[in-house]
């Protein structure tokens, strides 16, 4: 029996725009890598060498692409959720480069995304998101906790 190809979306020449030449034809692995670790669009279309307008018309024309799409948004939602509780239990409050992590970003950007996160989560675990977004809550809660608690600490060490 022959295998079935899926039907690849036509995609318009504004929609190539700033696109690499000889598109690798891994691309949609390599922006969904990309987009599980960093949740941004751009850098994940940078990364594959494609217009981020060509990585929407496929999310919204091919069912399975913005299924993983949302796991990947997930995934990158775990890891910051995951680095920001990490930074707070290490007392590892400098970036790389030397300048003060910031946990109010990280934490707007959590609060920002949860309703995203607690779909992708829930149809991946087959929960209602309502479930999701309570435990998502109740996380954001605990590290912004932690992030007064560790500044408190600090005000402290430091008068």
């Not at 509780?85 to 109010?104: N, V």
């Not at 998101?129 to 435990?135: C, G, T």
Request: glycine content about 4%; hydrophobic content about 35%.
């Amino acid at each position: 029996m022959a295998q079935q190809r899926n039907k690849r979306t036509k995609i318009k020449a504004q929609l190539k725009e700033g696109e690499k030449p000889g598109l690798n034809r891994h691309w949609r692995g390599l922006f969904l890598d990309c987009l599980a670790e960093t949740s941004n669009v751009s850098e994940a279309a940078r990364s594959a060498g494609i217009n981020p307008s060509r990585a929407y018309k496929i999310r919204r024309e091919e069912p399975d692409f913005a299924r993983q799409w949302m796991t990947a948004l997930w995934e990158g939602y775990t890891h910051l959720e995951l680095e920001v509780l990490r930074r707070l239990r290490e007392g590892d409050l400098k970036t790389e480069s030397g300048e003060k992590y910031d946990f109010a970003a990280a934490i707007r950007l959590l609060s920002a995304h949860r309703d995203t996160a607690a779909q992708a989560k829930a149809a991946q675990r087959n929960v209602s998101a309502a479930e999701i977004r309570a435990s998502i809550d109740r996380k954001v809660e605990e590290i912004r906790y932690r992030v007064m608690q560790e500044k408190s600490a600090r005000d402290t060490r430091d008068s």
